[in-house]
């Protein structure tokens, strides 16, 4: 089992719909969740995300991403829609 932290990077897709907001991953079957505010849909979205992927590791199948070893020099990049 790893002894540290890893990250997957996937492109979460927001969309308004007549009771919030829907977020997606369509890189990955089933990901996608609702929520009032875009912040609750991609909050949803990630745990979704995260349940896919375990229960693919219990089932020992690949979940399709490579890992990215999470350490305190780790820098990312994200990129955020901002409107003005």
């Not at 997606?24 to 505010?37: K, L, R």
């Amino acid at each position: 089992m790893k002894n540290y932290k890893a990250a997957v990077f996937v492109s979460v897709v927001i969309e308004k719909n007549d009771d919030g907001y829907l977020a997606s991953v369509p890189s990955i079957q089933g990901a996608f969740a609702e929520g009032d505010t875009i912040e609750a849909a991609i909050f949803n979205c990630v745990d979704v995300v995260k349940m896919i992927f375990a229960y693919r590791r219990e089932r020992g199948e690949s979940v399709g991403f490579d890992a990215v070893k999470l350490t305190a020099n780790t820098r990312m990049t994200v990129a955020l829609p901002v409107g003005v």
